[in-house]
């Protein structure tokens, strides 16, 4: 595909079960970032991964989220044992570089979760 | 750290109307500074940027300036359309993730 793509669209799960979410940056990407967006709430940064650098995992909340990313290709985002507050879009984006000046983001339409 | 702060909306405005949608920021360096745009149904997207103080970034009739002496970046576009129905994000950056504003809706009404 063209553009980034993130499964699924949504997800409803009980609290205290385990998530994965999927994104498929654009080939060629070096850049993947996950961001999260609360309702009435502006982009929250979780996590950067850049080429084979160690990623930058400063914005994850806690430890029952992680990230992972197989080379420039696809990430996982695993939020686990659920909690109510988790309820947002996860959004993905890709880069070409750092998402400066010269390599814009790329984003996903995102994963709608609600954890009831 | 990094910040930025927009008005909040939504904005409603009839057809042909001026826009203008507020944007500060705080940051340490010399960021780049963006908008991003999100159409119903479609992922956020770039609209403009613009990379140093005094520059102007400008696309699809929208633009922003950036100005270091009041740390804004306003966006503006004089004549809106109902196809400009969106949310509007300021975003800045540089060579570390984004960091984004709340997003403010707008609303265009024929």
Request: net charge neutral; hydrophobic share 30%; glycine share 12%.
């Amino acid at each position: 595909g063209a553009g980034v793509s993130q499964s699924p669209s949504n997800k409803v799960t009980e609290k205290g079960k385990d998530v994965e979410l999927r994104c498929d940056p654009i080939s060629g990407h070096t850049a993947l970032y996950w961001y999260r967006q609360r309702l009435g709430q502006g982009l929250e940064f979780l996590i950067y991964f850049q080429g084979n650098s160690a990623p930058d995992k400063s914005g994850l909340p806690s430890d029952r989220f992680s990230a992972e990313r197989t080379g420039e290709s696809v990430s996982t985002l695993t939020i686990q044992r659920t909690q109510q507050e988790d309820s947002a879009v996860y959004l993905c984006a890709s880069s070409l570089g750092t998402g400066g000046s010269n390599s814009p983001l790329h984003f996903g339409n995102g994963t709608r979760l609600t954890v009831t | 750290g990094n910040s930025v702060t927009q008005m909040e909306g939504p904005v409603t405005l009839s057809e042909e109307a001026f826009l203008t949608i507020n944007c500060t920021y705080t940051a340490t360096g010399y960021p780049s500074l963006f908008w991003y745009v999100q159409y119903p149904g479609e992922g956020l997207q770039l609209l403009l940027k613009a990379t140093k103080a005094d520059d102007k970034g400008s696309n699809k009739g929208f633009e922003a300036t950036y100005r270091k002496e009041t740390t804004s970046f306003h966006l503006e576009k004089g004549s809106v359309q109902v196809s400009d129905s969106a949310v509007y994000f300021c975003a800045l950056g540089g060579n570390t993730p984004l960091v984004f504003g709340k997003g403010t809706r707008l609303s265009v009404i024929a």
